[in-house]
């Protein structure tokens, strides 16, 4: 259980929100933020529902993000980071089939998310939850496939 302490008006500190937290990398590395956000999306309709399934694909997208430097490159290159773990380099396995998939998810999560202007004809038309619940299937596959490092000769 983790509580966010933060300062509020006219910058006095201590102000508590109970079980609540700023969202971190690790809370990425899994689709459970997304898995959330669809289960309340199938709860309500129109743009309310709308509003939640482009939320859970920009947590989606977000998790994909978190998943290339994590798993798929095994941190060889860490963000926001001037080291470069060249050693790490064996527990990389480069699968172009993965990465196609990754890019694939990515760019569908974006096509879906606020904040992105597309076509309605490149796009679904109002964003479902059904695709939202496709894709978060499809980013577990991912996880699971990146996860494993490479077998050490």
Same mark, same amino acid.
């Given at each position: 259980?983790?509580?966010?302490?933060?300062? *509020? %008006? /006219?910058?006095?500190?201590?102000?508590?929100?109970?079980?609540? !937290?700023?969202?971190?990398?690790?809370?990425?590395?899994?689709?459970?933020l997304a898995e959330e956000t669809l289960a309340q999306a199938?709860?309500?309709? *129109?743009?309310?529902?709308? &509003?939640?399934?482009?939320? *859970? %694909?920009?947590?989606?997208?977000?998790?994909?993000?978190?998943?290339?430097?994590?798993?798929?490159?095994?941190?060889?290159?860490?963000?926001?980071? &001037?080291? @470069?773990?060249?050693? %790490?380099?064996?527990?990389?396995?480069? #699968?172009? @089939?993965?990465?196609?998939?990754?890019? &694939?998810?990515?760019?569908?999560?974006?096509?879906?998310?606020?904040?992105?202007?597309?076509?309605?004809?490149?796009?679904?038309?109002?964003?479902?939850?059904?695709?939202?619940?496709?894709?978060?299937?499809?980013?577990?596959?991912?996880?699971?496939? !990146?996860? +494993? #490092?490479? +077998?050490? /000769?």
């Amino acid at each position: 259980m983790m509580h966010w302490v933060q300062r *509020g %008006a /006219n910058d006095k500190p201590g102000f508590v929100s109970l079980n609540d !937290a700023p969202i971190s990398t690790p809370q990425y590395l899994k689709t459970k933020l997304a898995e959330e956000t669809l289960a309340q999306a199938q709860q309500l309709l *129109g743009s309310a529902r709308v &509003d939640l399934v482009r939320k *859970g %694909a920009g947590q989606l997208r977000r998790t994909i993000e978190e998943v290339v430097p994590h798993l798929l490159l095994k941190q060889v290159v860490r963000r926001w980071d &001037d080291r @470069i773990m060249v050693t %790490a380099l064996r527990r990389v396995m480069w #699968d172009q @089939i993965l990465i196609e998939e990754i890019i &694939d998810v990515f760019e569908m999560c974006s096509a879906m998310m606020e904040g992105h202007s597309h076509t309605e004809a490149g796009t679904e038309a109002p964003p479902t939850i059904e695709k939202l619940g496709q894709l978060v299937e499809r980013a577990k596959a991912i996880i699971t496939k !990146a996860k +494993p #490092d490479k +077998p050490k /000769n």
